[in-house]
């Protein structure tokens, strides 16, 4: 006999439709991620790619974007909810199973620690002298559970937190979860009501609910620039996550996904060609597109070419 605690979770009761959804914008996050991968590499050969629009030789290579929302989708599943020391656990199983997935430096330092024992509140908040990472990794992997709280906003903003915490202590980091949270469940909610004319609304929605902060200035600003704008302007006025910020990274991969939110393959395009964090903004346009369009919208052959997902 032993004196193991067995506890119980209750999953809400619609958790099957919730989870169906959820793994719709898993499924747009991965091939994006996998697809903006592709742009990584000699700037010959990528430029003429996307002057071009030559969709990249398979197979496709996902990221850590995808293997952390994997995560996430997986905490879903079995617990209805973030639990956040769940989740740190399958951040550090899934990072000691593929370690060469493209983690950037300080997940590298916070998933070696907490896979060695440290528990997840002490090694994010170490990170960044005490002042926690504002990345934009807790953006990359929200798209999922967005969708899964897409009916209740209030428990959306403090899931999304709870899922960013983990690894970024600082409130920026938690902003752009809460951020691209926000984005996908407006595209879920209004999916059959989707077009050029009210699609600014998803940014206007996502202003209202964001916290304050320089990822929420960032959004607010793209509110006042024209859909019609060339990608690679709007992300030097926005930032591309090429500072791997969530404040540089969410403003404009709402703007991607709010312009095309009815198109997945132009959405991804568009996303591209404003460079910088390439594969996280896609994985961020695309975990929210999908949300937006019928099942089955997302290109057979990206999806072959990106591979199957390793889902528990």
């Keep these: 006999m032993t004196n193991e605690v067995i506890v119980s979770h209750s999953l809400p009761p619609d958790h099957t439709e919730r989870l169906a959804r959820a793994h719709l914008s898993l499924e747009g996050l991965s091939v994006g991620d996998a697809f903006g991968q592709c742009f990584f590499g000699n700037p010959e050969t990528t430029g003429l790619r996307m002057r071009e629009r030559q969709i990249p030789p398979s197979p496709w290579w996902y990221t850590d974007d995808t293997a952390m929302a994997i995560s996430v989708f997986q905490c879903l599943s079995e617990r209805g909810e973030i639990e956040?020391?769940?989740?740190?656990?399958?951040?550090?199983e899934e990072y000691l199973r593929e370690p060469r997935r493209g983690y950037g430096g300080t997940a590298h330092s916070i998933l070696r620690a907490i896979g060695s024992g440290t528990p997840w509140a002490e090694a994010a908040g170490s990170a960044f002298s005490g002042m926690g990472s504002m990345g934009n990794g807790g953006a990359m992997r929200a798209g999922p559970l967005g969708a899964y709280f897409a009916d209740d906003i209030p428990e959306?903003?403090?899931?999304?937190?709870?899922s960013a915490e983990v690894t970024h202590a600082h409130p920026e980091g938690q902003a752009g979860a809460i951020a691209t949270a926000l984005a996908a469940a407006w595209a879920w909610n209004h999916r059959e009501a989707i077009s050029r004319v009210n699609s600014r609304e998803m940014i206007e929605f996502v202003v209202t609910h964001t916290p304050e902060g320089d990822t929420h200035t960032g959004i607010r600003r793209s509110l006042d620039i024209p859909f019609a704008r060339n990608p690679q302007t709007v992300a030097a006025m926005l930032g591309n996550g090429s500072q791997v910020t969530a404040p540089d990274t969410a403003p404009f991969s709402i703007w991607c996904a709010a312009r095309h939110c009815w198109d997945y393959q132009e959405a991804i395009w568009t996303t591209v060609t404003g460079f910088g964090d390439i594969d996280t903004n896609c994985a961020i346009v695309g975990g929210i597109v999908a949300l937006s369009l019928p099942a089955g919208s997302i290109p057979a052959d990206w999806i072959s070419a990106r591979g199957n997902l390793p889902l528990p």
């Design 84 to 92: 956040r020391d769940h989740l740190a656990q399958l951040f550090a």
């Design 156 to 162: 959306l903003i403090r899931q999304a937190r709870f």
